[in-house]
């Protein structure tokens, strides 16, 4: 049976300035105008076909809606308009999210010296997808996407891991909890560590890694290194527990 003959190609949807009446978010791609940009998700999609049926469809998506409700929630915790306030908003909650802080487990641990007696926890949120997103509308909003390249955010990493380096560099060691640090160099040390965090996730996005799962993945191998029953109490390599 003879195929049937290809239909003509329907016609290239281009972007329309006024799309963006509609949809705060969205935003003109430079030199493609057969695509449209997110600045919630910080990525570009397609609208060649189905023109502001594609906008609508990407709006109703999981990943957008996600998008902005951190994004919604990010800019109604914070006042954006550069005033005394707003610094010290920043100041008081030492995060631009909304973040809850839970009060710390009071249970002890009872695995091994070294530890200290009571449980440290993060906070719920934001999650590793949170930041990724969040930093990712960030360099979107300010056309840095080129610059962020995985070479270029590894060597970004290795100097905010260099900048935690200077913090401890001439203290006499720390234990746990850092008693005797003042609160200028424990925000100093949160700025960053929170650094080393941001790039190290936005280079596991640029090299489509899925940092939460592999981290579990990497758990699990170490545990399979290092049984507890060989290593408890011992610094040694896993090389030399093997037979």
């Known amino acids: 049976m003879a195929a049937a003959p290809a239909e ?22 430079q030199d493609d105008a057969l695509k449209a940009g997110c600045s919630a998700c910080g990525r570009d999609f397609s609208i060649s076909h189905g023109g502001v049926c594609d906008v609508k469809q990407h709006a109703a ?5 996600r998008s902005i409700r951190i994004q919604n929630r990010r800019d109604g915790f914070l006042q954006a308009d550069g ?13 631009s999210l909304e973040i809850k802080v839970e009060k710390n487990d ?13 449980t440290f926890r993060f906070s719920n949120e934001p999650t590793l997808e949170d930041i990724r997103s969040l930093q990712t509308a960030f360099a979107a909003e300010r056309g ?43 925000e100093a ?19 489509r890694v899925d940092l ?9 191998k170490n545990r399979l290194k290092y049984p507890a029953e060989k290593v408890y109490g011992s610094s040694k390599k896993y090389t030399e527990y093997q037979e």
């Open 144 to 186: 840095w996407g080129k610059y962020h390249q995985p070479r270029n955010l590894l060597l970004a990493l290795v100097g905010e891991v260099g900048e935690v380096a200077e913090l401890f560099q001439w203290r006499a060691e720390a234990p746990e909890g850092l008693p005797g640090w003042t609160d200028p160099d424990r």
């Open 83 to 95: 005033s005394p306030e707003a610094d010290e908003t920043l100041r008081s909650s030492g995060s």
């Open 106 to 118: 009071e249970a002890t641990v009872e695995d091994g010296p070294g530890n200290s007696g009571k």
């Open 212 to 220: 939460p799962s592999a981290a579990l993945r990497k758990m699990e």
């Open 8 to 29: 003509p190609p329907a016609e290239m949807q281009k972007y329309r300035e006024e799309w963006e009446k509609e949809f705060a978010w969205l935003h003109r791609v």
């Open 189 to 207: 040390l949160s700025d960053e560590l929170s650094d080393v965090l941001i790039y190290l996730v936005a280079l596991a996005d640029k090299c």
């Open 61 to 65: 998506g999981e990943g957008h809606v």
